[in-house]
């Protein structure tokens, strides 16, 4: 049941356009008449079953929206580069569709001067916050809200410059400028063969 749940749930955010992966998975359980099932897939069974439904089924079309996804990444962490950016989240994992959102991660200890840079740089955005878990606790910290020239929105979240250094980043899960820069250029010379 819980591998029909994942397959599920993955065919909801492929072809609906859903973005959390909880709404999904309880979404696919009143489907399949489980709604009151405690034992519902993790996110990392419905990550799993999103990359084989896209390649089963949208081999097609993702590549060319992950590499555009990527490739706005990309331009906006070389644009914010003097905060050591990461891109996390499904542009990064490769389950990203149409209707992702790019997710990254910048550093300092000076949270205002990300707002100062969006300022000075007359960019639009909208400010929020975001809970994360640093140091055993959990914090809340600054985030802003970016839309790309394609529409894509682009979420940017300050972390402290410790946290750069805490050992929690992770190739799989994290990549900087280069790691990424590295990953588009792979794809690009597949295309290119």
Request: charged share 25%.
């Amino acid at each position: 049941m819980r591998e029909q749940l994942a397959h599920l749930a993955a065919k909801l955010i492929a072809e609906a356009g859903m973005t959390d992966f909880a709404s999904a998975k309880r979404k696919a359980a009143r489907q399949l008449g489980a709604s009151d099932t405690q034992h519902l897939p993790s996110n990392r069974e419905v990550e799993e079953a999103l990359h084989s439904y896209r390649v089963l089924y949208q081999h097609d079309s993702h590549p060319d929206i992950l590499y555009q996804l990527r490739s706005e990444a990309l331009a906006c962490m070389q644009a914010f580069a003097t905060f050591n950016p990461y891109l996390t989240g499904s542009a990064l994992s490769g389950t990203a569709g149409e209707l992702s959102d790019i997710n990254l991660i910048l550093f300092s200890d000076d949270a205002k001067s990300v707002l100062l840079f969006l300022l000075k740089n007359k960019l639009d955005f909208e400010d929020g916050e975001w809970k994360v878990r640093l140091g055993g606790r959990d914090e809340i910290v600054p985030s802003y809200t970016l839309n790309s020239e394609s529409g894509t929105q682009i979420h940017l979240v300050v972390l402290p410059e410790n946290a750069r250094h805490s050992g929690s980043r992770h190739p799989d899960t994290h990549a900087d400028i280069a790691a990424l820069a590295k990953i588009i250029g792979e794809r690009g010379a597949r295309s290119e063969d």
